[in-house]
């Protein structure tokens, strides 16, 4: 089995940072692309940041200048540095990558997705 932990999240005031970090394990043959999203209450889960296996990023506009992607390939882990948070980054983070994974014989590629973080900023 393979699955994603997320850590880093919690309660921050307005113009703080936050670093959160997402671990991939189990029998892994590669990681693709890796990303992070959020849900607020109300609102659609949507794109913050992703990065590819070879590095690339792309970011949400509202998040540009502000957050930075960035993974450990040795160590199968990604992290979002968060800073200048505003109340409106207020929600859940999960954190998501495609993931070839061996089982017996076999290669199987799924897209996989963490248990979400709670980032709560207050204004």
């Known amino acids: 089995q393979v699955q994603l932990v997320e850590s880093g999240g919690g309660l921050v005031q307005a113009g703080g940072s936050l670093r959160l970090s997402c671990a991939v394990s189990?029998?892994?043959?590669?990681?693709?692309?890796m990303g992070w999203y959020r849900q607020a209450p109300g609102k659609q889960r949507e794109l913050v940041a992703g990065?590819?296996?070879?590095?690339?990023?792309n970011y949400a506009d509202s998040v540009k200048g502000r957050f930075t992607i960035s993974r450990d390939n040795a160590k199968n882990t990604v992290y979002l540095q968060m800073n200048s948070l505003k109340a409106e980054d207020t929600a859940v983070y999960y954190c998501?990558?495609?993931?070839?994974?061996?089982?017996?014989?076999?290669?199987?590629?799924?897209?996989?997705w963490g248990q979400g973080t709670q980032v709560t900023v207050s204004s």
């Open positions: 189990g029998s892994i043959f590669s990681i693709n692309a």
């Open positions: 990065i590819t296996s070879g590095g690339n990023t």
């Open positions: 998501n990558a495609d993931v070839a994974y061996m089982s017996g014989s076999y290669i199987f590629k799924r897209d996989i």
